[in-house]
């Protein structure tokens, strides 16, 4: 299945990323904890290459916490610092400004030896849409300073915020790249809900989600959905888990795109247990 999105206003993100950037000392990338690679955005690492870089794992509460450590010790061996948070929980929070000022120290130093008086150091959040952005600043700020949504794309414009620890934080719209090379790359970000379900086929991907668990945890299908024996098609079990929830329509007939979107939502709020769509290579 092809997804392609990459709307006008994402372009503009891009721009405005690139405009901004000379604005900051540190770029913080946030990516969804459970797809570390797929939620990756090459270009994010091509105009931030000569900024100090900090990954955040967002939304880790989410993910499968043995993979999570992998992908921070992947990360490390690859000399990006990198942090996993919860921001809807205020997790783990507290250390991003700390790492934040320890990656200015240079800048700060060089202003101090040319007897200036450093200004606090600053950082710009960027990541693709609805990996928790706003929750997340909101969560930094300790109040709600933006817009937030469980839609993609609700961040409208950039705007300056102080956080704790003497640090000031550019927050800008998500950017998404116009192309996914691997398809698989574009079912994970529908499956966690990056993309909006308006352009992507919504029963293909939770047929395509429900394969995945039935491989890698099919006792969390069958725990949820009081199932004794999972089918071998993915259709297939989403009829099943669409006559257990009720999801019926005229006829006694099964309606898979709203045991499509049940699934969807089940997976992405938890009720199936804490997933990690994407291993650490090599």
């Known amino acids: 299945m092809p997804v392609q999105w990459f709307p006008g206003h994402m372009a503009r993100a891009r721009r405005l990323v690139q405009e901004n950037l000379k604005l900051v000392d540190v770029v913080i990338e946030l990516l969804d904890a459970r797809i570390p690679a797929s939620s990756r955005n090459p270009i994010i690492e091509e105009i931030a290459a000569r900024k100090p870089h900090l990954v955040v794992l967002n939304k880790e509460d989410l993910a499968d916490p043995h993979l999570t450590r992998m992908w ?3 990360f490390s061996a690859r000399g990006l610092p990198a942090l996993a948070v919860d921001s809807a929980r ?3 929070l507290v250390e991003v400004p700390v790492q934040v000022k320890r990656l200015a120290e240079n800048k700060i130093a060089s ?3 040319r007897g200036r ?3 606090p150091p600053r950082c710009m959040v960027v990541g ?3 990996v928790g952005k706003s929750s997340f600043i909101n969560a930094l700020a300790g109040s709600r300073v933006t817009r937030t949504g469980n839609r993609p794309g609700v961040t409208r414009g950039p705007q300056w915020i102080r956080l704790a620890g003497e640090v000031e934080l550019l927050d800008t719209p998500g950017v998404l790249w116009p192309k996914f090379e691997d398809p698989r790359v574009g079912l994970k970000l529908a499956a966690t809900g990056a993309i909006k379900e308006e ?3 919504v029963e293909e991907v939770a047929a395509w989600l429900v394969e995945w668990l039935r491989q890698s945890s099919p006792a969390s299908l069958k725990k949820r959905y009081g199932l004794e024996e999972l089918p071998s098609r993915g259709y297939e079990v989403l009829e099943l888990i669409g006559a257990r929830r009720g999801l019926v329509g005229r006829g006694g007939r099964v309606d898979l795109y709203r045991a499509s979107i049940h699934l969807l939502k089940e997976f992405r709020d938890g009720c199936l247990g804490r997933f990690t769509l994407d291993a650490p290579p090599g």
Do not use: C, E, G, M
Request: no cysteine; aromatic share 12%.
């Open 117 to 119: 008086r450093p200004p």
């Open 111 to 113: 202003l101090v030896a």
């Open 72 to 74: 921070l010790q992947w």
């Open 199 to 201: 352009v992507f086929d």
């Open 128 to 130: 693709i849409p609805n």
């Open 90 to 92: 205020k997790k783990d």
